[in-house]
């Protein structure tokens, strides 16, 4: 496989099976940048939270306690915040679209589903909760030239600079 030139995904065109394409330009993002939109995240989660109990609060008044079973979603609503950013038109959360960030897959360029921007937080949320899972997944992105980070690379995503 050729080498990419530099700001531009590797290219598959070489190996069995896949069609001859353009490479996808795109520039990385640094692991700093990410840091500070997972800092600003964790602010609009709180208040996504926030606003998911007051919600669950009406419903269970409404419905004389039953709608109370819906706070077993409250522990998952960074995974639906990030389903619902990421896996939307904008392709990032509010914290990357401040840091100027979008979530894309590298070789082809294409939005990222609601089901892998899922999987993908769910990911990330399982590394940072134990503290090997995330020097291992941090390693990944300091070693590597593209700064990709382990979870996204079980993943085939790329959080590069949006244009």
């Not at 990330?124 to 382990?150: E, H, K, M, N, P």
Request: proline share 4%; aromatic share 10%.
């Amino acid at each position: 496989m050729q080498n990419p030139q530099p700001g531009y995904a590797q290219r598959f065109d070489t190996a069995p099976g896949y069609a001859a394409s353009l490479p996808v330009p795109f520039v990385r993002a640094s692991l700093g940048g990410r840091t500070v939109a997972y800092l600003l995240d964790i602010l609009f989660i709180f208040g996504f939270t926030a606003l998911l109990t007051l919600l669950i609060t009406v419903i269970g008044v409404v419905t004389f306690g039953l709608g109370w079973t819906l706070f077993a979603v409250l522990p998952a609503s960074g995974i639906i915040y990030s389903a619902i950013t990421v896996g939307g038109s904008k392709q990032s959360t509010i914290g990357q679209r401040l840091m100027g960030l979008r979530t894309i897959a590298p070789e082809s360029g294409a939005r990222v589903d609601v089901i892998t921007a899922a999987v993908h937080a769910l990911l990330f949320y399982v590394a940072i909760s134990t503290f090997l899972l995330w020097c291992v997944d941090i390693a990944f992105g300091l070693v590597r030239s593209d700064r990709r980070l382990g979870h996204d690379l079980l993943l085939g995503l790329a959080v590069v600079h949006a244009r």
